[in-house]
């Protein structure tokens, strides 16, 4: 485990409760409410390359197109931005939301979605200093044994700057806390230029893994990719994969030694924390987010 200096974090966070949840397939919709489906898989293995098949998230077919993928009512928190009207703000139902910066936009969009009719949309110009967030939170519960956050996204960064160095992108993170609500430990998810890594913490230490690397100057994906990120308090690890929408897995890590002690409460964060240089323009859409809890 390498020893890391913690950065102070501005994003969106969700704090949920423990409840027991029974996690589900985060890209099917239409399951006729039944809350006990299963994913079929757990929290994954070390270091998987490109090209293996998944297994897992699919698009939803036509037929499924009236039913909301949040309908199935089983995660303890999900928000697929499908209920709101075309004229409301995507974090309707959130408990707060910030934008500090001149020029980004916060708004739905259906003209990029993986459920229809609408998805969340964060743009920051090419500028510094600027951040997008959500904010939800619940009081702690019983013990939690693991913790699962499910997302869609669709990342476009704009071209690099010339001598500002790899631009790095942290989008994506799960938290643990305490009874207390003092944070225990957590997996972000850094994208930079040519791979996404997973850094997992526990207090100021932490380690770092690569979970997908890609040829170089590909950091606008500008596709649909399904993000899961683990966080197994009973077993001491933490795992990040990264799929197409069809399952196939694009990359895959994972992170043992990590003795979290007694959750009670998770926190996700999606959004963009604060940028103090100036780095490409970048949006993201994001659609069908998930947490599910376990004790």
């Known amino acids: 485990m390498m020893a890391l200096a913690r950065r102070t974090w501005l994003l969106g966070a969700f704090l949920v409760s423990g409840?027991?949840?029974?996690t589900c397939s985060p890209f099917s919709s239409g399951n006729d409410g039944d809350p006990g489906r299963d994913d079929g898989g757990s929290a994954g293995a070390d270091a998987v390359g490109p090209g293996t098949d998944?297994?897992?998230p699919s698009m939803p077919d036509a037929a499924d197109?009236?039913?909301r993928w949040c309908d199935d009512g089983g995660h303890a928190f999900c928000a697929d931005f499908d209920n709101l009207g075309a004229a409301a703000s995507p974090v309707t139902g959130w408990t707060d939301a910030v934008r500090d910066s001149v020029g980004s936009t916060?708004?739905?969009?259906?003209?990029?979605?993986v459920s229809a009719p609408s998805a969340a949309r964060l743009a920051l110009p090419r500028a510094a200093g600027t951040e997008i967030f959500f904010r939800e939170t619940t009081e702690a519960g019983a013990p939690i044994t693991t913790a699962t956050l499910t997302f869609a996204i669709r990342p476009k960064i704009g071209a690099l700057i010339p001598d500002a160095g790899d631009p790095v992108y942290t989008i994506g993170s799960l938290k643990i806390r305490d009874a207390n609500?003092?944070?225990l430990g957590s997996a972000d998810l850094d994208w930079a230029s040519q791979e996404v890594r997973m850094v997992t913490w526990k207090g100021n230490g932490g380690a770092v893994n690569g979970v997908w690397t890609r040829a170089a100057g590909t950091?606008?994906?500008d596709d649909w990719i399904v993000v899961t990120i683990v966080l197994d308090v009973a077993n001491h690890f933490s795992t990040a994969k990264i799929?197409?929408?069809n399952g196939l897995s694009l990359g895959e890590s994972k992170a043992?030694?990590?003795d979290w002690g007694d959750a009670r409460s998770v926190t996700f964060e999606l959004g963009v924390w604060q940028r103090n240089e100036v780095r490409p323009d970048l949006t993201v859409t994001l659609d069908n987010v998930a947490l599910d809890i376990t004790h």
Request: proline share 0%; hydrophobic share 50%; net charge negative.
């Open 243 to 245: 799929q197409d929408l």
């Open 256 to 258: 043992n030694n990590f």
């Open 65 to 67: 197109a009236a039913v």
């Open 181 to 183: 609500g003092n944070e």
């Open 19 to 22: 409840v027991a949840m029974i």
């Open 219 to 221: 950091l606008a994906i």
């Open 54 to 56: 998944g297994g897992g």
């Open 106 to 113: 916060l708004m739905l969009t259906q003209s990029e979605t």
